[in-house]
């Protein structure tokens, strides 16, 4: 049996996983983080990573002649989804798992756009 390897396509949509996963969990919260942090700048910016990142994917799959610009933009919306939520990645394990994701996502959107 042939074994499938994991794509871009698959970490875009990984990554949109987890910012889903991550801006429900905030919204769950009532907005607060447990130490009063205000969450909806993590909310926020979880969505748009999500929507960008599964848009991202699918340009990719379709193997699209914008894919290298949406990559570039999803690379840029990424570090800023991860930096968000390192800030409350050691007390609230979606943030942390969201993080890891995006920097994942970011890595590669960044690479395959450089050599596009």
């Known amino acids: ?35 009063g942090h205000d969450m909806t700048a993590c909310i926020k910016l979880c969505r748009d990573c999500a929507d960008i990142c599964t848009l991202c994917g699918r340009l990719d799959a379709r193997g699209s002649d914008f894919s290298r610009d949406f990559m570039a933009l999803c690379a840029e919306v990424c570090d800023a989804c991860a930096e968000e939520c390192e800030k409350h990645a050691n007390h609230v394990a979606h943030c942390k798992a969201c993080a890891e994701a995006c920097r994942k996502c970011a890595e590669e959107c960044r690479s395959m756009s450089a050599n596009a």
């Open 1 to 35: 049996m042939e074994t499938m390897q994991h794509t871009h396509v698959d970490t875009c949509f990984d990554c949109a996983e987890a910012c889903e996963r991550c801006a429900t969990a905030c919204l769950e919260m009532g907005d607060k983080d447990g130490r």
